[in-house]
């Protein structure tokens, strides 16, 4: 599930098309002749097999019949056809995709037609992407036989006809690959989803889960209670309890002939969505609807937290996503709208993703004063108070993100309700330390960096910490921004388990924040400490294990009901990647004056702010 770009999303196939085909040869598990089939041999079912990867892939074939079920005249162009006279073999498709690359598309849905061409086994994104491959036929000749034809009917994918185990766990001896497993359809999801490829199916009305995004799609689930929550979303509760139930959505009709549909989590895709089930590189398995029901507002609002009381110190945490003054004034004026209104402005606030004076132009500048003055100005202009700030400036490209961008975390604090102590001159390769004065731990440098030198943080954000007083007491505070999910195979990967080769870097730094809070601690055994921002993980992950090792921090979202823990909507799951960790001597879930949220603002949403929502939490020093 990782938490990935896709602002350089192709808008068409690569011509460097990567196949699994050579590793599969090489593993001797499939065999290939360098023979033609012949037509009385060949039918779209002997095409598919009954594994993932084609018994034919490399072969010429000819005369392959099938109706056509839908054209995509966009991306990657080709269409769908599918033999309407089935096999007895419910894990062999009837259906499969025919790519046309830059050649004219002559064909219609209801054409009965012949294809002729060489079977391939395409991999979307790329071998190293671990994505499983899509069978296809290319440099196809194709003749028209009649038009007007009735589609083979659809089959319905449903609550009952989706397996509760995800996928088949793959051969170790194979790396974990399941391409060359025979698939269960009624035993495991993505057997069921690979044995229907190309084949024309159908969801009813379905409940949406994940909210229409730019590249217009959508996510339903067909099992409307698998681990469903109070505002209409599906909760990612554990790497061992996937939701089966989801499928992506997207429509063959271009945008520019039929506008996609606006959808927040919770709304309905009245009447569903009839097409080719195809499988791409950004969400796997994914229903082409050549015929799209419409949505139906199911009313979703904004969550409001409640303000602090005057003995509560918020803290919170917000990634405003790439901020920079080049951005719109609306979109500061939405987020400044989103602190007074939504988190009811906090007395400490922990941001994610500020970027310098000039955004993304790569010339040097490091500095996020201009950035920082025009969001706390719109703050003001919002009805809440004017915010102070600190930071530390990264140096030049060395903390990741957008080249030229330069994010860091920065600390607003309300000067009338908090005060930073500031000591000393921290830079951005000098380390923060912790000592002991008057029985008390005290940072060497606030605002300063925690173990900067440390490879962990290589071209990564590096924590930021400070030091507050709240009421006579202090309270440190660490700013965070982990290693981003990029590198991660998806949940639908050729290999399972997928490969989460991204977790080793965040494991390390989770493991340095939990170090630093160790001494502060040892400095003072109560301290209160609270580590906040966009830790990139799981509130079950490995990651949130080395945070909290040796009982030096706890995550808050655990204080969640578990249907309520989520911050992000990815690919139809809602989850945890920003979170908020306390020290013993904050306190705990259910003592008194100690009270987490995390404010459903964005993630749910079609219109965002940013993409993640923002974490409050409130307790008495």
Do not use: C
């Not at 065999?31 to 009954?50: P, Y």
């Not at 509130?539 to 808050?556: P, Q, V, Y």
């Amino acid at each position: 599930m990782p938490h990935i770009s896709r602002a350089t999303r192709p808008a068409v196939r690569s011509a460097a098309v990567s196949t699994v085909v050579a590793t599969a040869l090489a593993a001797g598990l499939l065999a290939v002749s360098t023979s033609s089939a012949s037509a009385a041999e060949v039918r779209v079912h002997d095409i598919q097999g009954a594994t993932r990867l084609s018994p034919l892939a490399g072969q010429q074939v000819t005369d392959v019949t099938g109706i056509v079920t839908g054209v995509r005249t966009y991306g990657s162009k080709g269409f769908w056809i599918q033999d309407p006279k089935a096999d007895a073999d419910p894990a062999t498709s009837e259906g499969v995709f025919v790519y046309t690359g830059s050649a004219a598309l002559t064909v219609k849905a209801g054409d009965a037609v012949r294809v002729s061409g060489t079977v391939g086994e395409y991999v979307p994104g790329g071998e190293a992407s671990g994505n499983q491959s899509l069978t296809q036929l290319t440099k196809p000749a194709v003749t028209v036989e009649s038009s007007g034809n009735t589609l083979p009917a659809p089959v319905t994918v449903t609550a009952k006809s989706v397996p509760s185990a995800y996928a088949p766990e793959g051969d170790p001896a194979a790396g974990g690959d399941i391409s060359a497993l025979p698939l269960r359809p009624r035993s495991y999801a993505l057997d069921l989803y690979e044995s229907l490829e190309g084949m024309n199916v159908r969801v009813g009305t379905s409940r949406v889960v994940g909210a229409t995004d730019p590249y217009s799609e959508l996510w339903v689930t067909v099992k409307p209670h698998e681990n469903a929550n109070r505002r209409g979303g599906t909760v990612y509760r554990s790497y061992d309890d996937q939701n089966t139930g989801r499928l992506q959505i997207q429509q063959l009709a271009p945008v520019s002939e039929r506008p996609f549909p606006k959808a927040n989590v919770g709304d309905s895709l009245s009447g569903g969505a009839e097409g080719p089930l195809d499988f791409n590189q950004f969400g796997g398995y994914t229903l082409v609807a050549r015929t799209l029901g419409e949505v139906e507002d199911k009313g979703l609002v904004r969550e409001k937290t409640r303000r602090q009381a005057k003995g509560e110190l918020a803290v919170a945490t917000y990634n405003v996503e790439n901020l920079d003054p080049g951005d719109p004034q609306a979109k500061f004026d939405a987020l400044a709208g989103a602190v007074v209104t939504n988190l009811a402005s906090p007395d400490i606030l922990a941001l994610e993703e500020i970027q310098d004076d000039n955004g993304a132009k790569n010339d040097g500048t490091v500095s996020a004063e201009a950035t920082l003055k025009k969001f706390a100005d719109a703050i003001v202009a919002a009805g809440g108070p004017r915010y102070e700030w600190r930071s530390i400036d990264p140096e030049n490209n060395k903390d990741g993100g957008e080249p030229g961008g330069n994010i860091r975390q920065v600390f607003l604090f309300n000067p009338e309700r908090v005060s930073f102590t500031d000591r000393g001159e921290g830079d951005a390769t000098t380390g923060t330390g912790v000592v002991r004065t008057s029985g008390r731990a005290a940072l060497t440098l606030s605002p300063g960096r925690v173990d900067p030198a440390n490879t962990a943080w290589a071209d990564s954000r590096k924590p930021l910490a400070g030091e507050f007083r709240f009421r006579g007491r202090s309270v440190i505070v660490v700013a965070n921004h982990f290693g981003s999910k990029g590198g991660d195979e998806g949940l639908t990967s050729r290999h399972q388990p997928p490969v989460r080769s991204s977790e080793a870097k965040r494991l390390r730094q989770a493991q340095a924040v939990n170090s630093f809070v160790r001494d502060v601690r040892k400095a003072e055994k109560n301290a209160d400490v609270v580590v906040v921002g966009d830790v990139n993980d799981f509130e079950f992950s490995a990651t949130t294990a080395a945070l909290e090792a040796g009982g030096a921090l706890k995550s808050a979202a655990k204080s969640l009901p578990r249907s309520e823990r989520y911050s992000y909507v990815y690919q139809g799951n809602s989850q945890v990647l920003d979170q908020i960790l306390t020290s013993p001597g904050v306190g705990r879930a259910g003592s008194k004056g100690f009270s987490y949220d995390s404010v459903h603002i964005n993630a749910e949403f079609a219109e965002q702010n940013s993409d993640h929502d923002p974490q409050v939490l409130r307790f008495k020093p």
